[in-house]
Nanobody, 124 residues
Framework: QVQLVESGGGSVQAGGSLRLSCAASGRTFSSYAMGWFRQAPGKEREFVAAITRSEYNIDYADSVKGRFTISRDNAKSTVYLQMNNLESEDTAVYYC?????????????????WGQGTQVTVSS
């Protein structure tokens, strides 16, 4: 089992920045691929970014590419999502996810563990 706790959400104006953190506990963090997803009101949960356990492979949704950066610190059992140049369309609850796999994938159903989510609100 892996427990995930997100933090760092909040309200920001368009063009601003936020950094989300996801602290993991339980089994060895370094053995998990990690990802970020988001869900806006009335919409399905969507893929944002993911990183393999070795950081060899990183993937971003087209909508955030060039603005968001995912990273991980295996010594701290934490994954981060740096979000710059935020837009109102980025408003959503952001979820951290973990998967016991060597590869990353965009389908939410293929991730094994989820955090409780953190709200990000961007005002224009």
């Amino acid at each position: 089992q892996v427990q995930l706790v997100e933090s760092g959400g909040g309200s920001v104006q368009a063009g601003g920045s936020l950094r989300l953190s996801c602290a993991a506990s339980g089994r060895t963090f370094s053995s998990y691929a990690m990802g970020w997803f988001r869900q806006a009101p009335g919409k399905e949960r969507e893929f944002v970014a993911a990183i393999t356990r070795s950081e060899y492979n990183i993937d971003y949704a087209d909508s955030v590419k060039g603005r968001f950066t995912i990273s991980r610190d295996n010594a701290k059992s934490t994954v981060y999502l740096q979000m710059n140049n935020l837009e109102s369309e980025d408003t959503a609850v952001y979820y951290c996810a973990a998967a016991d796999r060597t590869y990353i994938m965009r389908e939410s159903l293929r991730w094994d563990y989820w955090g409780q989510g953190t709200q990000v609100t961007v005002s224009s």
